[in-house]
């Protein structure tokens, strides 16, 4: 089994910045895409950010120039900074990880952007 651990989430004014931490641990025999996906009360859990082995990353188009994606392979972890936070980033964050030809979800973490 793997497991995958949030941290960093929270309340911020718009504009503010947190940063998101995702660490996996377990039985990892092999190790694809990472990520973080969002899911807004009453709405559909969506992309926001993917990174490969190689660190080749893909952002959708409402956080690009705002978030940035990265990943330490030698750590199996992921981090999501996120600047110029806007009330419509307000959402519970959920890592993604395929771990052994299999999909993992983290927990979640609640960030919330005031006005």
């Known amino acids: 089994q793997v497991q995958l651990v949030e941290s960093g989430g929270g309340l911020v004014q718009a504009g503010g910045s947190l940063r998101l931490s995702c660490a996996a641990s377990g039985s990892i025999f092999s190790i694809n895409d990472m990520g973080w996906y969002r899911q807004a009360p009453g709405k559909q859990r969506e992309m926001v950010a993917t990174i490969t082995l190689g660190l080749s990353t893909t952002l959708t188009d409402s956080v690009k120039g705002r978030f940035t994606i990265s990943r330490d392979n030698a750590k199996n972890t992921i981090d999501l900074q996120m600047n110029s936070l806007k009330p419509e980033d307000t959402a519970v964050y959920y890592c993604?990880?395929?771990?052994?030809?299999?999909?993992?979800w983290g927990q979640g973490t609640q960030v919330t952007v005031s006005s």
């Open positions: 993604h990880g395929k771990f052994n030809f299999q999909d993992y």
